[in-house]
């Protein structure tokens, strides 16, 4: 995705966020006034699923350009009690087995490149994985 091509996306973002501010409110009126709200609620809706899809698609985007050191120390604080990801492999040791939740897509990620980490420094170690 170009810069162009990210721009358009938070654009259409910041649209979709004022289309459905705007229906909120006029939500508002009609249940004050009594007025139909059948054409309010199908604009709601569709403003809802594109800042959904448009959301998602800018966390992609903004996630693929972040360095993978970086996403994984992010990942690692915010999901163990590690504050990075070097952490995590270093205090390990040889015996220790970190648990990941695999119902978790992030923890999947995360001992995914704990696996091939370990594997690297010749250490036999590999994370525990349950909730399968």
Do not use: C, W
């Not at 810069?3 to 009609?30: K, P, S, W």
């Not at 993978?68 to 009690?81: M, W």
């Not at 220790?96 to 999947?108: I, K």
Request: a positive charge; zero cysteines.
């Amino acid at each position: 995705m170009t810069n162009t091509e990210l721009n358009i996306l938070r654009f259409a973002l910041v649209d979709a966020m004022e289309t459905y501010d705007a229906n909120r409110q006029a939500l508002g009126i009609a249940n004050r006034t009594g007025a139909s709200k059948s054409s309010i609620f199908s604009a709601l809706n569709k403003a809802r699923a594109v800042i959904l899809n448009n959301t998602i698609a800018l966390r992609i985007e903004l996630a693929r350009r972040e360095p993978l050191d970086k996403v994984l120390d992010e990942v690692t604080k915010n999901n163990s009690a590690y504050n990075d990801f070097d952490e995590l492999i270093n205090n390990t040791g040889d015996h220790y087995r970190p648990s990941m939740d695999m119902r978790l897509p992030q923890m999947q990620f995360l001992a995914k490149h704990f696996d091939r980490v370990s594997e690297q420094m010749g250490k036999s170690v590999r994370a525990y994985r349950y909730g399968m």
